[in-house]
């Protein structure tokens, strides 16, 4: 069986504490990363830190009082079947590899369907795994309320829906992270310091002035963003011809049509990785 080692990615993105949150957005949008991996200086994995816990934690500037600390890891040595169960029983999109004690890597499902299903002998037709919920989007949203609405919902990626309610395109979180840019923003905090015999003065005695970047998207609708170049499948489609279209378009979802066009369906690479089990 394929291993760990064979599928995952040995050149991690990852932050190094001590860090700020928008070290972390600048990462996640220079490297299209919903989440990235939290070492220290010894290279030992302390956290996950993802785009849903910044937004949740808006106040907070430092990636240690943000990230997750409890997360699942595997070795390089396990089976791509041992790695799809842990996913899907603690729905993750990956995991990180652990090698005496410090990180050496990332798998992801994305990694076990275009690196391991795409050269396995899986002939079953893609219906099988297929979701017939499609998550859509009106092509008129705002980037904002759209990336707001994945986060909620839990969704990576919408169709989009035109005006006469046909599917126009389609667009993930790191299409809208893409379009964002760093602005720079003064904050000012005030300072309460003790006078001089006083335990602790309440009254603010001076200023802190500090500049940060923030990321702000355009006040743009996803139609501008999204992709409009689309890859179909059928409901027979094998599966492995399904993940060897995704590793070929580098995609992680396919709709899934009728022999007259119509959309039935959406077949995911967290789907496809339930033929492992």
């Avoid at 490297?31 to 070492?39: A, G």
């Avoid at 899907?88 to 995991?95: A, C, E």
């Avoid at 990694?111 to 037709?125: T, Y």
């Avoid at 992709?227 to 179909?232: C, G, M, Q």
Wanted: charge should be negative; hydrophobic fraction near 45%; proline fraction near 5%.
């Amino acid at each position: 069986m394929i291993s760990v080692e064979d599928v995952m990615v040995k050149d991690v993105i990852s932050v190094t504490i001590p860090a700020t949150v928008n070290e972390a957005l600048e990462k996640m949008q220079k490297f299209k990363k919903p989440d990235l991996p939290v070492i220290n200086k010894e290279k030992e994995l302390v956290g996950l830190i993802s785009l849903e816990d910044i937004i949740k934690n808006p106040n907070e500037d430092q990636i240690a009082l943000v990230m997750s600390r409890d997360f699942k890891s595997v070795k390089q040595g396990d089976g791509i079947k041992k790695v799809a169960k842990i996913l899907l029983d603690n729905n993750l999109s990956r995991v990180p590899v652990i090698a005496n004690g410090k990180l050496s890597g990332i798998v992801a499902v994305r990694d076990i369907v275009m690196n391991g299903i795409s050269k396995l002998d899986f002939n079953e037709p893609c219906q099988t795994y297929m979701r017939e919920e499609v998550p859509c989007i009106w092509e008129d949203t705002p980037l904002r309320a759209a990336l707001m609405v994945m986060v909620y919902s839990k969704s990576s990626f919408f169709m989009v829906l035109g005006k006469d309610g046909g599917i126009v395109g389609i667009i993930d979180t790191q299409d809208i992270m893409s379009s964002g840019e760093f602005l720079s923003e003064l904050k000012t905090t005030e300072l309460n310091i003790a006078g001089e015999g006083d335990d602790w003065a309440w009254e603010p005695k001076t200023a802190l002035h500090i500049v940060s970047n923030k990321l702000t998207l355009p006040l743009k609708p996803v139609k501008e963003v999204m992709s409009t170049e689309l890859v179909t499948v059928t409901r027979k489609t094998p599966i492995n011809k399904c993940a060897k279209e995704m590793k070929k378009n580098n995609i992680e979802q396919i709709p899934i049509i009728s022999a007259e066009g119509e959309l039935i369906g959406i077949v995911r690479d967290v789907d496809i990785i339930k033929a492992l089990l």
